[in-house]
């Protein structure tokens, strides 16, 4: 069986927010902000109680959003997510075991790597479309363009220290499908219930891309 591809889901919406929810109560209005300021792709990641009922209220409530679930790094994590509405997966990095689940899953994944034989050995498994996590610990834009020349028909999604000031250089780089990152939902504004300074940060991710 095919891999599901994610391209289509990140070519809608380049920038991704990559959301810690800790309170579901708060994954609703997160959303509806976010959308709001044209970001409509979103990752839920699965490091906190909230984050599968968060997908859930999501997924249910808000439904010019595409929910992903992030953090997956157990293949018990596939279906639960997928259960509460995920429609797509990403890990920060894929031990063999989770990258044969993942190519397995009824919906797209992006599947971590941070080098490039994890990057091969999910090209073998039928990914195109990788996580490239941590980008900017592990090379950031100069590793992406020196992979892009051995591996040309790899796409990236690079997350890890990406922000507003960056954005840009990354989405240029022809071997990259979107970025992802925490910086249009800072912790301290979704604190604070501040969802106008969320949308103001998202429009402006938005329009790096245009
Ligand atoms: C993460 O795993 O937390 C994401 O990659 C976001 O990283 P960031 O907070 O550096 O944007």
Same mark, same amino acid.
């Not at 591809?5 to 990140?10: K, N």
């Not at 909230?50 to 409530?61: D, F, P, T, W, Y």
């Not at 910086?183 to 501040?194: C, I, K, L, Q």
């Given at each position: ?81 997928? $259960?509460?509405? /995920?429609? #797509? =997966?990403?890990? %920060?990095?894929?031990? !063999? ?5 993942? *190519?397995? +899953? ?58 507003? $000031?960056?954005? /840009?250089? #990354? =989405?240029?780089? %022809?071997?990259?499908? !979107? ?5 249009? *939902?800072? +912790? ?23």
């Amino acid at each position: 069986m095919a891999v599901s591809d994610p391209l289509p889901l990140l070519a809608k919406c380049p920038v991704v927010p990559v959301l810690t929810i800790g309170d579901a109560k708060k994954a609703v209005p997160l959303a509806q902000a976010l959308l709001a300021g044209g970001l409509g792709t979103i990752e839920v990641t699965l490091r906190t109680d909230a984050a599968i009922e968060a997908i859930r209220l999501i997924s249910q409530n808000v439904p010019g959003t595409i929910v992903g679930a992030g953090t997956v790094t157990r293949s018990s994590d596939i279906d639960k997510a997928i $259960k509460a509405g /995920a429609k #797509y =997966l990403v890990s %920060p990095g894929t031990p !063999a075991e989770l990258a044969r689940a993942l *190519a397995a +899953a009824s919906v797209p994944s992006i599947p971590g790597c941070a080098s490039a034989s994890e990057a091969m050995a999910l090209a073998d498994l039928g990914f195109r479309t990788l996580k490239f996590f941590p980008a900017e610990s592990c090379g950031g834009i100069s590793w992406l363009k020196s992979i892009h020349g051995p591996l040309p028909d790899l796409r990236f999604c690079p997350t890890g220290g990406i922000d507003a $000031k960056n954005a /840009a250089a #990354y =989405l240029a780089l %022809p071997n990259v499908a !979107a970025v992802g990152g925490s910086w249009p *939902a800072p +912790a301290a504004a979704v604190a604070a219930g501040d969802y106008a300074r969320i949308t103001n940060l998202a429009r402006e991710a938005k329009a790096v891309r245009g």
